[in-house]
């Protein structure tokens, strides 16, 4: 009697959880749908000639929410712009917005969040947050240069990094045409994270 109480007790329980596991495998689908959409669109894609004519959708690495991470967020302070050099040699303005703490497999990790100051002229991009990393899947399943993600600020002092839904830079695809903020070093992950679009050689430059 005591063991079917319990059940009745951790069922509820359970229907929650996988509801919010359901949400959470239907937004990173969403994100894979958008940016399939966005490359195959003729005024957005960075890919061109027989590359867009030839691209039929991503390689993403299987959906696996372990790279969906909550992370303890520190903003930064009085932060000053900066310049951040891209893989033309030229550079981009900045600002260091905070610190996001997370943990992944039994260790912690660190990365920094910055914000475009030429996007916060625009009333649209004011909350956007700008992630760049690197991880030891670069230069063999995903793009050498590293990956992107993009997020909003939150309201309180968490928020959630899945890693499911990053992406490479355009620079990935085309080199010539643009212009793409390289990785720091202060965020170059020693773990792989295999999680996001994975690289496909045929579309670059």
Same mark, same amino acid.
């Given at each position: 009697? !005591?063991?079917?109480? $319990?059940? $009745?007790? @951790?069922?509820?329980?359970?229907?929650?959880?996988?509801?919010?596991?359901?949400?959470?495998?239907?937004? =990173?689908?969403? /994100?894979?749908?958008? @940016?399939?959409?966005?490359? @195959?669109?003729?005024?957005?894609?960075?890919?061109?000639?027989?590359? /867009?004519?030839?691209?039929?959708?991503?390689?993403?690495? &299987?959906?696996? $929410?372990?790279?969906?991470?909550?992370?303890?967020?520190?903003?930064?302070?009085?932060?000053? &712009?900066?310049?951040?050099?891209?893989?033309?040699?030229?550079?981009?303005?900045?600002?260091?917005?905070? !610190?996001?703490?997370?943990?992944?497999?039994?260790?912690?990790?660190?990365?920094?969040?910055?914000?475009?100051?030429?996007?916060?002229?625009?009333? !649209?991009?004011?909350?956007?947050?700008?992630?760049?990393?690197?991880?030891?899947?670069?230069?063999?399943?995903?793009?050498?240069?590293?990956?992107?993600?993009?997020?909003? =600020? &939150?309201?309180?002092?968490?928020?959630?990094?899945?890693?499911?839904?990053?992406?490479?830079?355009?620079?990935?695809?085309?080199?010539?045409?643009?212009?793409?903020?390289?990785?720091?070093?202060?965020?170059?992950? &020693?773990?792989?994270?295999?999680?996001?679009?994975?690289?496909?050689?045929?579309?670059?430059?």
């Amino acid at each position: 009697m !005591k063991r079917y109480l $319990l059940l $009745l007790l @951790l069922f509820p329980c359970f229907v929650f959880s996988q509801k919010s596991i359901l949400k959470e495998k239907v937004e =990173i689908k969403k /994100f894979q749908k958008n @940016l399939n959409a966005e490359y @195959l669109n003729p005024k957005e894609t960075p890919l061109r000639g027989d590359n /867009f004519k030839n691209f039929k959708a991503h390689p993403f690495f &299987p959906v696996d $929410l372990k790279y969906r991470v909550e992370a303890k967020l520190v903003r930064t302070a009085n932060a000053e &712009p900066f310049e951040i050099p891209t893989s033309s040699g030229k550079t981009k303005q900045y600002k260091e917005y905070g !610190k996001a703490s997370f943990t992944l497999e039994g260790q912690e990790y660190t990365l920094t969040l910055y914000q475009s100051l030429d996007l916060l002229k625009q009333e !649209k991009y004011k909350d956007y947050l700008f992630l760049p990393f690197r991880d030891l899947t670069n230069g063999k399943e995903t793009y050498g240069g590293g990956k992107y993600m993009d997020l909003k =600020i &939150p309201k309180g002092n968490t928020l959630i990094l899945d890693f499911n839904q990053s992406y490479q830079p355009y620079c990935a695809y085309n080199a010539y045409d643009y212009n793409c903020p390289v990785v720091p070093e202060e965020n170059k992950l &020693p773990v792989e994270i295999r999680a996001g679009v994975m690289y496909n050689d045929i579309y670059h430059h």
